[in-house]
């Protein structure tokens, strides 16, 4: 599906239009290989490049072909099954801005739907867009910590469950996969910032500055909460471990305690005089006393050991 917009400085809002014209943002969604052909064909593009857009773990990086400047980055989709993040490829050319994307993106959509974008303005819209990709990985790590904090909170109460350390494996999936997309992201900040690839105005500038600030804050939050993640899934391990240790130390000395009586019976239950009378009817409650009074200093030395 390709899907053209276009706004000038000029225009109340931006408007969806037939024909791409100069100053256009050309979007590309899902697209299969004719159309990729045809998009490179009518742009004079790479179609190499342009399958890389649309290659599931292609990484973030800067192409520079012809003329043309590839921005290739990853935005956060949790809600995929095989990945967290998905690519997303920025194509600056001499006319227009083109983007291809493997699937329907809240950034572009995002964009989309705001009036105040200026597509003429190239630069300036490819800064809005990655601010948008800044966003969702904010957002998306801002409800991260609150998953973590609530698991946290179980913790100390020692009542988390075998689904709460799978959230937490599936937590740290995801932020390893952040960590890997936004590194490069980072570089890739930093190569624009040089304008090696694109001339910036000095306003610009400044907003390459803010999003590489932010991409920096977000690398440095994402290996912040995987290591809270790491940490309380060693608290969790330690704790389950002492639990376990707990019960069989517990398990133990019942044992030993419950070995007391049949002992003493089994003796007694031989062909073996019977103390005091062997006909009196103090005999069986002299041998019960005896066997609780065995069992008691049993109780009393293994707590004087902390053994109980």
């Known amino acids: 599906m390709q899907i053209t917009y276009f706004r000038t400085i000029r225009d109340e809002k931006i408007e969806i239009v037939d024909e791409p014209k100069r100053g256009s943002w050309i979007r590309v969604i899902d697209p299969d290989h004719k159309e990729l052909t045809d998009v490179a064909s009518a742009y004079g593009l790479e179609i190499d490049l342009l399958n890389d857009g649309i290659d599931l773990y292609e990484a973030p990086r800067l192409e520079r072909d012809n003329g043309n400047i590839y921005i290739y980055v990853r935005y956060c989709r949790p809600s995929d099954e095989n990945t967290s993040t998905q690519p997303l490829l920025i194509v600056v050319t001499a006319n227009n801005i083109i983007t291809v994307s493997r699937t329907e993106s809240d950034p572009l959509n995002n964009i989309a739907r705001r009036n105040n974008i200026v597509t003429t303005q190239k630069v300036k819209l490819v800064l809005n867009i990655l601010e948008e990709v800044n966003r969702g990985y904010r957002q998306h790590l801002n409800s991260v910590t609150k998953r973590i904090l609530a698991t946290r909170s179980k913790l100390r109460r020692t009542i988390i469950n075998n689904q709460d350390i799978l959230n937490f494996i599936d937590i740290e999936e995801d932020l390893n996969e952040f960590l890997a997309a936004l590194q490069p992201y980072?570089?890739?900040?930093?190569?624009?910032?040089?304008?090696?690839?694109?001339?910036?105005?000095?306003?610009?500038?400044?907003?390459?500055?803010?999003?590489?600030?932010?991409?920096?804050?977000?690398?440095?939050?994402?290996?912040?909460?995987?290591?809270?993640?790491?940490?309380?899934?060693?608290?969790?391990?330690?704790?389950?471990?002492?639990?376990?240790?707990?019960?069989?130390?517990?398990?133990?000395?019942?044992?030993?305690?419950?070995?007391?009586?049949?002992?003493?019976?089994?003796?007694?239950?031989?062909?073996?005089?019977?103390?005091?009378?062997?006909?009196?009817?103090?005999?069986?409650?002299?041998?019960?006393?005896?066997?609780?009074?065995?069992?008691?200093g049993f109780v009393l030395y293994f707590k004087k050991k902390r053994w109980l």
């Open 186 to 296: 980072g570089l890739v900040l930093q190569a624009l910032l040089s304008k090696k690839y694109i001339k910036v105005h000095e306003d610009d500038e400044d907003l390459i500055e803010d999003l590489q600030l932010s991409a920096s804050e977000l690398i440095e939050l994402t290996k912040s909460r995987l290591k809270t993640v790491q940490n309380t899934r060693d608290a969790y391990t330690a704790i389950a471990t002492n639990n376990l240790n707990q019960i069989f130390k517990r398990l133990t000395s019942i044992a030993i305690f419950m070995a007391i009586p049949t002992l003493v019976s089994g003796f007694f239950g031989m062909n073996v005089l019977l103390p005091v009378d062997q006909q009196s009817n103090f005999t069986f409650w002299f041998v019960s006393g005896l066997t609780v009074a065995l069992i008691a």
